[in-house]
């Protein structure tokens, strides 16, 4: 089992639908967890962080589950500028060591 | 408040030879860690330095090596490139010590060096 897993995508929505995207991890000792974003041929940028059951901010929600060992990202009112590759991230232990991404989910949101 | 930086953008390089990428972190993070991104995947942990020193390696080769300088910024070196090596290389930048936290170490990544090697 990979130790990250997302969705394959891609996603194609229109602009204003609400999408949401899965992510899976293995390692449930995992401390941290963060959504992010990046862009065609860019680096990525962080999104969101996820520590406890989850955050929203503005358009975007995060959830975590612990017990399932489960990710989620929910974006409301898609807009064109959502269009970008969703990376989910874990961190798998204490402190400040080494991200583990996902492949990452295509998000397309169309006019 | 300068963010991370990286040089050169891009690179092309031939097999066998020889590359050095840079990075500069973040103001006030003390922290460089080095990621590679093929195509269509997300990236991959390289090593990790802090207080000058390796301090955490993922699953590379010997020929992937790097060093920090005291102002944190950080090099990453390649040799006897092989065309698998072609990739986006990224810099990440983050604090090392939060505390008695284990949470908030978010990494800011740079814009990377697109190295492609023929």
């Known amino acids: 089992r990979k130790e990250v897993e997302q969705d394959p995508g891609p996603f194609n929505v229109p602009e204003g639908a609400t999408v949401a995207f899965n992510c899976t991890y293995s390692n449930s000792a995992s401390q941290s967890f963060f959504w992010y974003r990046q862009d065609c041929r860019k680096e990525p940028k962080l999104l969101m962080s996820v520590y406890s059951s989850g955050n929203e901010d503005g358009r975007f929600t995060a959830q975590l589950n612990r017990a399932s060992q489960y990710i989620s990202l929910l974006i409301r009112d898609s807009k064109l500028s959502d269009s970008a590759t969703y990376l989910c991230v874990v961190n798998p232990f204490p402190g400040n060591t080494p991200l583990v991404f996902g492949k990452g989910t295509r998000l397309s949101v169309i006019a | 408040d300068a963010g991370v930086t990286q040089s050169p953008t891009h690179l092309i390089k031939t097999r066998g030879q020889q590359v050095t990428l840079r990075c500069s972190p973040k103001s006030g993070h003390d922290t460089v860690s080095w990621y590679q991104q093929a195509l269509g995947q997300g990236p991959q942990f390289i090593f990790q330095?802090?207080?000058?020193?390796?301090?955490q390696r993922g699953n590379f080769p010997d020929r992937f090596s790097g060093h920090q300088f005291p102002n944190y910024s950080s090099e990453l070196n390649v040799n006897a490139l092989l065309l698998g090596d072609s990739a986006l290389y990224l810099c990440?930048?983050?604090?090392?010590?939060?505390?008695?936290?284990?949470?908030?170490?978010?990494?800011?990544f740079g814009p990377g060096t697109r190295l492609t090697v023929t």
């Open positions: 330095y802090y207080e000058e020193e390796e301090r």
């Open positions: 990440a930048s983050s604090l090392r010590d939060r505390g008695l936290t284990n949470l908030g170490y978010e990494q800011y």
